[in-house]
């Protein structure tokens, strides 16, 4: 980790000049959960939710998010995504679902703000789909776990 990279020498705010940097492979995933009570965790599972296929919903919100994350976030760069999946693990013993955001791009910036968004964005059309049968659902641990690519190299958390 270096130093802060989105001001100039005089601490205004500003977006990084890549323009030097060179094209790799780079690569994103993040995680986040949300639990739900019972009745909405089998709901979902069971694909009954009156609202529709929750989960099929919030994975096409998820990716459409990530796509448009540079509208969202103020200094981040307009990036083409050559890949995006939202993916998602039903965790029966605690009813919460896992949301997993991988992004891939060939590029001269990372995809991390990307991934996170994706993922924020499916657990939030999660809630929001739901929210007429718990409004106590509860989003938490939204991290990145994996990046890979450019100069800094690899990172893992998990």
């Not at 000049?17 to 069971?46: H, L, P, W, Y």
């Not at 929210?131 to 958390?157: H, P």
Request: hydrophobic share 45%; proline share 1%; net charge neutral.
């Amino acid at each position: 980790m270096g130093e802060l990279t989105h001001f100039d020498t005089k601490g205004n705010a500003v977006m990084v000049d890549v323009s030097q940097k060179d094209n790799t492979e780079r690569m994103a995933v993040a995680k986040g959960k949300i639990a739900v009570n019972k009745e909405v965790f089998v709901k979902i599972k069971n694909g009954t939710m009156a609202k529709g296929d929750v989960l099929g919903i919030a994975r096409t919100a998820g990716i459409m998010a990530a796509k448009r994350t540079w509208e969202w976030i103020p200094l981040c760069h307009l990036i083409a995504l050559t890949k995006c999946s939202i993916d998602f693990a039903l965790l029966e013993e605690t009813s919460e679902i896992e949301t997993i955001c991988t992004i891939k791009t060939v590029g001269k910036t990372g995809v991390e703000m990307e991934a996170l968004t994706g993922v924020q964005v499916a657990l939030l059309t999660i809630y929001d789909m739901c929210k007429a049968l718990d409004r106590s659902m509860v989003m938490s641990q939204i991290r990145l776990i994996e990046k890979t690519g450019g100069k800094s190299g690899a990172f893992y958390n998990e």
